[in-house]
Every structure is written in C-alpha cells, then in structure tokens.
C-alpha cells in the first residue's frame, strides 16, 4: 500500500512539474513576442506583406477606446512607413450598438489621413478567433496571405498563433504606447494571455477569458 501510494505522489509530482514546465515556456514566449517586433519600419511594400491586421479593442458609438486607438495608431504608423499597402480592421460589435470595431477602426484611420482605398473592415467576431476567422474570407478573396497582426504586446502571440492556423504567413509588431502597455497591467494581461494560449493549444478554441485592457 506504502509504496503504491509513492508512486502515485511520484507521478502526480511529475504532472505538476511538467505542467509548470510548460506554463512557465509559455509566459516566456508570450513575452518575448509582446518584447519583439519582426516588421519594423522601412520593410517596405516589396517584402511579401500583404496587409497590416488590427485586432479590435472596445469602441463607444464609433470612438475607439484608448487600448484600440493605439493599435490603430500604431498601424497608420506601419502604414505610411511602407510595411504593407493595406489595413484591415477586425472586430464585431454589441447589439446595441451602432457600429462595429471594425468599421470604427475604418473611420478612425480614414479621418487620420490613410487613403480610404487602402482599409478594409471586417465587422464581425465576438472574440480574437472568431475575429480572425470571420477575415480570413475576406482577406482570401483579395489573394492576401501575408499579414502583419498588431495588437497590444501580451496578445500578440495568441493572435500570430490563431492567425499563423487559419494559413496565414505573419509576422507581429506589438503596441508601444497606450494603456496595454502600462506597467502596472503587465503580469495580469500575460497571466491572462498565458492561459489563453495553453486553452487555445487545448481546444482549439477561444478561452473567453482575455477581456480588453482599459
């Protein structure tokens, strides 16, 4: 009996560790991601991008929040420095409201000066994954395959791996300015993001649990 039940604790000691093991690799790539961008400026609308993807954020009556302004701010920025020819903006709405994140992130850049034949919304999804699933048509219908997703630092890998499964080529360029980045929501967006993308692994679906950062 003794020694029935070391073993057991032995196994169940080593499904902690592992399950640790892999947690703790998946913060860290979570990080090095959010710390990271594979685009930058100057790579130019010749280097195989086809579209700049920008994750939606909450929007009120058409005014995107602080967290989305930023992501499309930072897209207008990757726009005009050559990265790619187009942005597409993601993101359904509400049923109350009056427009969607996608078509509110239209609007934004349109008023902020990027030609308007050079954005496309795609206004449906109430998640990261149904988001991106709703776009992946639209983009197919274009003959896009090569994206830049842009969203805030601790979401980018969730969304290049939801991205990188629907067949897309992509490359990430976090935020660096905006409430996301804020160093006082940093562990609990990671934490949060870290469990995100072991549910993801898991199931294949949206863990429900990345709520926006304000």
Known sequence: ???????????????????????????????????????????????????????????????????????????????????????????????????????????????AGIDESALTAVGAGSDTLASLRAAEPVLADRGWTSVVVVTDPAHSARSALMARDLGWAVSTSPVRDGPAVRSDVQGEYRLRETLGVLYYRVTGGPSGISAPVF
């Open 1 to 111: 009996m003794i020694t029935g039940v070391r073993t057991l604790l032995r196994y169940l000691g080593g499904a902690v560790l592992v399950g640790l093991l892999v947690f703790a690799g998946t913060w860290v790539r979570v990080s090095q991601i959010g710390a990271g961008d594979e685009v930058g400026a100057g790579a130019g609308v010749d280097g195989g991008i086809d579209a700049i993807v920008v994750l939606g954020a909450a929007q009120y009556d058409g005014d995107p929040s602080p967290v989305f302004r930023a992501r499309l701010d930072h897209a207008a920025q990757l726009y005009r420095d050559g990265v790619a020819g187009h942005i597409v903006t993601i993101g359904g709405g509400q049923p109350d409201d009056r427009t969607t994140e996608g078509q509110a992130g239209v609007d934004y850049l349109a008023a």
